[in-house]
């Protein structure tokens, strides 16, 4: 029987549990931009599910026009960024440490903070009109999940292009260069998801999450040296820049940033 056992407290994200899947949608429409309560609402979200013996699999989707447009920019604000950061990666960090096997079910916009949710999951699958990108660099700002952990997913000449020029890519070849398992037609994506799900509910959970805990003991040490410094640079050097703070106000302000480099 479907359950939702924190829906009542919930706004920018919904909770299903059924059976063996928890499935967390992000709902905040229009663009579902990752704003500070959504932060706290999946990282409660994902400190409930954790303990919960029965399930095995965590399917994290977008509600309406697609899965996520990415980190709210306002919230990249000098009073508010080091609250962003610290509690968008306490999420991604969940995400990453999880013991269940994690899917990204990724359809319309995935960009920017949306794309690493996507991208730190354990397996994705996408429509083949999906944007996915990592925009941040047009903002005069940086993504710091996906400088940490990208190369190791598209390579490093692949990664690199995608952070430094900001570029979106569709569906397909994010399928293509590693970013997703399988790109499917509009209308495939929930089979694709369903399929992979009855593959892995025929398998041991316990071999499941040892198999997983195995395949990333080397990752994990990288990732979390990576994403520390990550942060440290971020906060401490990129927001001391009038550039990024150009970069922010011209987006709000509906304009085109013009750079100093300083």
Not at 18 to 46: F, K, W
Not at 130 to 159: D, H, N
Request: with cysteine.
């Amino acid at each position: 029987m479907a359950s939702t056992p924190t829906d009542a407290k919930l706004a920018r994200i919904s909770l299903e549990i059924e059976g063996s899947v928890a499935r967390i949608g992000l709902r905040h429409p229009p663009l579902n931009v990752i704003d500070i309560p959504m932060t706290e609402e999946l990282a409660q979200c994902l400190a409930e599910i954790e303990p919960q013996a029965n399930v095995s699999v965590i399917v994290l989707s977008g509600t309406g026009k697609g899965f996520s447009a990415g980190v709210d920019v306002a919230a990249h604000a000098p009073d508010k960024v080091e609250e962003m950061l610290t509690k968008f990666h306490s999420v991604i960090r969940a995400l990453v440490a999880t013991k269940k096997v994690t899917i990204a079910s990724v359809h319309g916009h995935c960009l920017g903070g949306g794309a690493e949710m996507a991208m730190v999951c354990d397996m994705a699958f996408t429509t083949e009109s999906a944007q996915w990108g990592f925009p941040e660099i047009k903002l005069a700002c940086y993504p710091p999940v996906a400088c940490t952990t990208l190369a190791s997913l598209v390579g490093q000449k692949r990664a690199a292009e995608l952070i430094l020029t900001g570029r979106t890519l569709g569906g397909k070849e994010a399928a293509e260069i590693g970013l997703a398992n399988r790109a499917l037609p509009e209308g495939g994506l929930d089979a694709a998801v369903h399929e992979c799900i009855a593959h892995l509910d025929a398998l041991s959970p316990a071999a499941l999450r040892l198999a997983k805990k195995a395949s990333y003991a080397w990752d994990s040490m990288h990732f979390d040296k990576g994403l520390a410094r990550a942060e440290r640079i971020y906060l401490e050097e990129l927001m001391q820049t009038q550039d990024v703070r150009e970069g922010i106000r011209a987006f709000m302000e509906k304009r085109m940033p013009q750079w100093t480099g300083q």
